[in-house]
């Protein structure tokens, strides 16, 4: 629902597009009340999408460990049951 307010938006630009391009970070009324220099904000929002970035390519590069490993084990099952097929 769209409301008929102003908002202070910041948009931040992904450091790795694999994942998102745009971050949208949408400011308190009161964000600059106490003397928030509009640049920590921004700072905050990059160190924010690039934590965000940096954590969720992690987990990407561990999936793909147990995907091996479930690979390996079915190769590995299938070539003792062909083995034991060819003995008896």
Avoid: C
Wanted: glycine share 8%.
């Amino acid at each position: 629902m769209i409301k008929g307010m102003s908002r202070r938006v910041i948009m931040v630009q992904s450091p790795d597009p694999e994942l998102f391009e745009n971050a949208i970070f949408i400011l308190r009324n009161d964000a600059f009340d106490k003397g928030t220099e509009p640049e920590d904000v921004l700072k905050q929002a990059q160190q924010i999408a690039d934590e965000y970035v940096r954590t969720n390519l992690e987990k990407k590069k561990h999936m793909r460990s147990p995907l091996i490993y479930a690979l390996a084990g079915a190769l590995a099952g299938g070539g003792i049951l062909g083995l034991m097929w060819l003995l008896i």
